[in-house]
């Protein structure tokens, strides 16, 4: 049966099947295009996340757009989600658990949102979407492979970079990689001239 957006977002907004409900301000569902060629998913929401009710929206969010709007990015071109919808207590990590709970609902919203290329960021999207838990993102990132006619790519989560800077130019190239591919399937436009990668940091706590 399909599912239209609105329901899904009540499905969503209503949902008590684990513990998170519980402790959540917000339910924290997508940011971008509903439906997106691009697909980023993270771990799941932060504090401001909670507050906001929004993905991606501190520091690391910020970060994040930064490298996307110096790739050309558009907000059409990416849909960005989280693996859990709700706020773990103290931004701890997701448990299997409650990644498991929540795979129905991130299913579903990959059908609706119909991206060609989904990009994990950070291990432990990668551990919880693929269920592969020895890999080692210094090992895979950067590398695009196809799962269930998606093609993946994993890379860093950009909270990551903010504690370890020097690497902020491996986002950066993985992120290229993914522009470069969608303009390889003629899912984006290809830019006039090659972007430089910004050197600010973002602002606030």
């Not at 071109?77 to 931004?91: G, L, S, T």
């Not at 838990?133 to 990132?141: D, L, P, V, Y």
Request: glycine letters at 8%.
């Amino acid at each position: 049966m399909k599912v239209s957006w609105n329901d899904f977002v009540e499905q969503c907004r209503s949902c008590q099947a684990c513990p998170l409900a519980s402790t959540r301000k917000n339910v924290v569902i997508y940011r971008g295009s509903v439906v997106a060629p691009i697909m980023f998913i993270g771990e799941g929401p932060g504090a401001n996340e909670d507050e906001q009710g929004l993905p991606f929206v501190g520091q690391a969010g910020q970060l994040l757009q930064l490298l996307l709007d110096a790739q050309g990015f558009q907000m059409k071109d990416y849909h960005i989600a989280n693996v859990v919808k709700c706020r773990p207590p103290e931004n701890r990590v997701p448990t299997e658990t409650e990644a498991a709970t929540c795979k129905k609902l991130l299913g579903t919203q990959i059908l609706i949102a119909k991206p060609k290329i989904i990009v994990l960021l950070g291990k432990t999207a990668y551990t919880l979407f693929t269920g592969d838990k020895s890999a080692k993102m210094t090992e895979i990132r950067g590398h695009i492979f196809e799962k269930n006619g998606y093609l993946i790519v994993p890379t860093f989560h950009p909270a990551y970079i903010l504690r370890n800077n020097n690497e902020r130019v491996t986002l950066w190239n993985d992120i290229a990689l993914v522009r470069r591919k969608a303009e390889e399937l003629g899912l984006m436009d290809p830019l006039p001239e090659t972007p430089a990668m910004p050197t600010s940091r973002p602002s606030g706590k």
